[in-house]
């Protein structure tokens, strides 16, 4: 899951608890930008939630920046969430930051359709 933006956003809607018990499963490395250091992490997870969406630069596949916003349900839990992804040629760590609100906005339209139909 820290591999990836989609997965990162999930991640932000966590309990710290629950975020611990992840990173002591060990973290993976995807490629050679993988966030592998659990401090790098738990860095990455405050911003997210900070900023309300990820960044992924790389993290997953080589050549593939994204960003993602997670959906939630009335309780705030995570169900799904939505990214934008792209060649890092096209879809840099900078424009990352501009898509990211718009991917957050979805997010949040998506998120209130799924509370206002009800549960899954």
């Known amino acids: 899951m820290q591999a990836s933006a989609t997965g990162l956003a999930i991640m932000s809607r966590y309990s710290d ?5 992840y990173i002591s499963q ?9 966030i592998t250091d659990p401090d790098a992490l738990r860095a990455k997870i405050d911003k997210v939630r900070e900023l309300g969406y990820s960044t992924n630069d790389r993290g997953l596949s080589d050549g ?3 960003t993602g916003a997670a959906i939630v349900d009335a309780e705030g839990k995570p169900i ?14 900078d424009r990352l930051n ?8 979805a ?10 139909l009800g549960p899954i």
């Not at 997010?107 to 206002?116: L, Q, T």
């Open 17 to 21: 608890d629950r975020i611990e018990d």
């Open 26 to 34: 060990g973290l993976v490395q995807v490629t050679e930008k993988t």
């Open 64 to 66: 593939i920046c994204s």
């Open 80 to 93: 799904a969430s939505v990214s934008v992804s792209g060649p890092s040629s096209r879809l840099s760590p």
């Open 98 to 105: 501009e898509y990211g609100p718009k991917a957050a906005a």
């Open 107 to 116: 997010a949040r339209a998506i998120s209130s359709e799924v509370c206002r």
